[in-house]
């Protein structure tokens, strides 16, 4: 089939083809004698994969070695499980960074409420202005910390 239809059956655009042809994801593709470039119907379930792949966290670079192992006759299983739970770890701990920064955002919209309330009307709050005076949420531990 023609990129363009891999594509529209993928859903994904003629320049992602060429990115994952040049990346090796896809295999390189043969061309026609006017210059098209064809696929085999093996290629949208490759790029679907890829789609997926890149969903859970996967890099283009980690997919392209993994699929040229594979297509090379290895077995890159357990790397693709290394590298799952990898992904798996750095979710978890973005969840607990996104999770503190949400009780700190609460905390604060409780405040900037009180504060707008207690604003007479025309008058400015400065609600944005007054995080220079907050702590800020620190990534790595979530820990509150009082800029100097």
Not at 42 to 69: D, K, M, N, T
Request: hydrophobic share 35%; proline share 4%.
């Amino acid at each position: 089939m023609r990129s363009g239809e891999l594509a529209r059956l993928a859903g994904v655009s003629a320049d992602t083809l060429r990115h994952y042809e040049r990346m090796g994801i896809l295999p390189a593709s043969q061309r026609t004698n006017g210059g098209y470039r064809i696929f085999p119907s093996s290629a949208v379930e490759r790029v679907q994969l890829a789609q997926r792949a890149l969903q859970l966290g996967f890099s283009l670079e980690e997919l392209s070695e993994i699929l040229r192992i594979h297509d090379d006759g290895g077995a890159p299983c357990q790397r693709v499980l290394n590298l799952s739970e990898q992904k798996l770890r750095s979710i978890g701990r973005q969840i607990r960074e996104l999770e503190r920064t949400q009780d700190y955002l609460r905390k604060l919209v409780r405040e900037w409420r009180r504060k707008l309330e207690n604003t007479p009307e025309g008058t400015r709050a400065m609600l944005l202005q007054s995080l220079a005076e907050k702590p800020r949420v620190k990534p790595a531990t979530g820990r509150l910390k009082r800029r100097s």
